[in-house]
């Protein structure tokens, strides 16, 4: 049974003003991004070190205390909401970039280091990290999330970007996994375990990732369809055709609209696609050439070329300003954000059974989507104080979850399990999710390690 009492006067004498149980620390680490409700830790710990870390764990270990990573809170899911209590470990402050190998083109970072500080110390090598979630997370909660985003196209999400880690396990043993290697067939593949876990099997602190060229060119452009089904046959092409796609990102209409309105823009609200290309070897003029043909075959009803990196940054800045301008629809209003993903091939059809499926239940809810891979988002806009709301936006996102699985896909493409889709694992993974249960029991068998995610709590 937990005695975090016991627990907390350990800390105490061993951590200081690094630890504490203040209310206003709490609260900020009882939640993330996400529409579920705050559940706060009874303490916070603000590791410096991997032995901060492996030393919390211990106490907390011996006192039956649940442990819960945090990095930046910018998760979608409520991984870190503490609904058991317990100690939140803050791995914010372990932020350094611990070595840069710059000819085998990978480098080292604790896992509270950002995309926002590495990749500016990254700058006179000519390598960058590309896998950009949108918020500027901890590469050590983009790792446990299995994070991905806009480039994930090209570059891989977390899990080919990962190769590998340092983990403290529930017990405060420390464990490396994977190495600098680029293969390896030596055992199992411990460090593919980690990515995605949640922190349920263990604490990440330090992590191994593969670097890529910064590419020499780079062609964006904006392309208006009039309807969303030719927009997803222009991506379908595109993507067959083999062309050095970094992004292919979809807007519909109502996502336009709220971006419009935040950024003051003058775009057209219809179904868009963003697209950049790279390539670091020849020009990218012959690839604008034929995707314009391309996009003139699949109907497209206007285009807009980025000649300039301010250009470029200004269609970025519209497709990841979309999260912050879509609460704008319907002021007041709290965003339940969920997301899918499906074969490229089922893409149109999802989107507009799900567009179908909104107007039905007359909810508002714009869409966006990482539509290179399959993967796309509602923000469901809802009154949380008005029961009904949150009842049919509860059965538009299991039916949401239930055609996304028909076509093939998955419950979520990018934004993982924690509390708000545990009840979907079984349908999608069958007797698999008892074979995931028994990993966590052989690692975790007083369930400390963030107890409550990605698992119902009948483990």
């Known amino acids: 049974m937990a005695d975090f009492q016991a ?8 951590f200081a003003e690094k630890f504490t149980v203040a209310r206003a620390a709490r609260e900020h680490h009882g939640h993330d991004e996400g529409w579920h409700p705050t559940a706060q830790p009874d303490g916070v710990l603000f590791a410096a070190t991997t032995d901060d870390v492996v030393d919390a764990v211990r106490i907390c270990a011996r006192h039956g205390v649940p442990v819960i990573p945090y990095g930046t809170g910018s998760a979608m899911e409520g991984s870190v909401n503490a609904v058991f209590g317990g100690l939140c ?65 090209r570059y891989g999400s977390m899990r080919e970007n990962v190769i590998g880690l340092e983990a403290v396990l529930a017990d405060g043993a420390v464990i ?49 369809f009039d309807d969303m089904s030719s927009a997803m046959e222009f991506v379908v092409l595109l993507m067959q055709l083999g062309y050095p796609v970094a992004r292919a990102e979809f807007m519909d209409e109502l996502a336009l609209e709220a971006v419009c309105r935040y ?24 690839t604008g050439l034929a995707v314009e043909e391309l996009l003139q075959q699949c109907g497209v009803r206007s285009l807009h070329m980025a000649s300039t990196a301010s250009q470029r940054a200004e269609i970025w800045k519209a497709r990841h300003n979309a999260a912050h301008a879509e609460p704008l629809l319907r002021p007041g209003a709290r965003a339940m954000v969920t997301d ?19 107007k039905f239940s007359g909810l508002c809810a714009p869409i966006v989507g990482h539509v290179g891979d399959g993967n796309f988002h509602l923000a469901i806009l809802i009154d949380p104080n008005a029961e009904s709301e949150v009842d049919e936006a509860e059965r538009l996102h299991a039916r949401l979850v239930d055609r996304a699985l028909g076509f093939g896909g998955t419950v979520s493409g990018e934004h993982g399990i924690g509390l708000g889709k545990r009840q979907y694992l079984e349908a999608e993974h069958g007797a698999g999710l008892a074979v995931m249960k028994s990993i966590k029991q052989a690692l975790d068998p007083n369930n400390l390690m963030n107890p409550g995610k990605i698992f119902l709590p009948d483990l």
């Open 263 to 286: 950024e003051k823009l003058d775009y057209q609200r219809m179904p868009t696609i963003f697209l950049e290309f790279h390539s670091s070897v020849s020009s990218l003029d012959d």
């Open 89 to 153: 470990i803050d791995l914010a402050g372990m932020n350094a970039v611990l070595a840069v190998n710059a000819s085998d083109m990978d480098c080292t970072v604790e896992a509270g280091c950002t995309r926002s500080v590495l990749n500016p110390f990254l700058r006179d090598t000519g390598l960058n990290f590309p896998v950009d979630p949108g918020a500027d997370a901890t590469l050590g909660g983009m790792a446990a999330t299995r994070a991905s985003g806009t480039m994930t196209v």
């Open 7 to 14: 627990a907390a006067s350990e800390l105490e004498a061993r």
């Open 176 to 224: 490396r996994t994977g190495g600098r290697a680029r293969k390896s067939s030596s055992g199992y593949d411990l460090t593919k375990l980690f990515v995605g876990s949640e922190g349920t099997l263990g604490i990440i602190t330090k992590l191994t990732l593969r670097l890529h060229p910064i590419p020499e060119h780079i062609l964006a452009l904006r392309a208006v």
């Open 340 to 358: 899918v993903c499906v074969p490229l091939s089922s893409l149109a059809e999802c989107i507009a059974a799900t567009q179908a499926d909104l």
